[in-house]
């Protein structure tokens, strides 16, 4: 069983930047890959990044790329996504998610998640 919270969310000016924090429990972390999803309000949940096990393999959606990074620190149990550039239409609950799968984007195959903190940029 693996518990992820997140934190790290706040309200930001655009332009401005943020980092997340996904902690972990469990000592299955390191086998799992990680991702970040997030859900605006009115739209369906979307998938941002993904980081392998070893973090030798990340993935980005379009819409973030360049000015989003993930990363993982598995001695300490926590994935983080650093936020640069940000734009109102960044707007979202950002929920992180662990999947035994290797790298997909797929929400269905991701079994852990956590409770979502809130992200808000104003212009």
């Known amino acids: 069983q693996v518990q992820l919270v997140e934190s790290g969310g706040g309200l930001v000016q655009a332009g401005g930047s943020l980092r997340l924090s996904c902690a972990a429990s469990g000592r299955t972390f390191r086998s799992y890959t990680m991702a970040w999803f997030r859900q605006a309000p009115g739209k369906e949940r979307e998938f941002v990044a993904l980081?392998?096990?070893?973090?030798?393999?990340?993935n980005y959606a379009d819409s973030v790329k360049g000015r989003f990074t993930i990363s993982r620190d598995n001695a300490k149990n926590t994935v983080y996504l650093q936020m640069n550039s940000l734009k109102p239409e960044d707007t979202a609950i950002y929920y992180c998610a662990g999947s035994r799968y290797s790298s997909t984007f797929l929400q269905s195959l991701y079994e852990y998640w956590g409770q979502g903190t809130q992200v808000t940029v104003s212009s």
């Open positions: 980081i392998s096990p070893s973090a030798g393999n990340t």
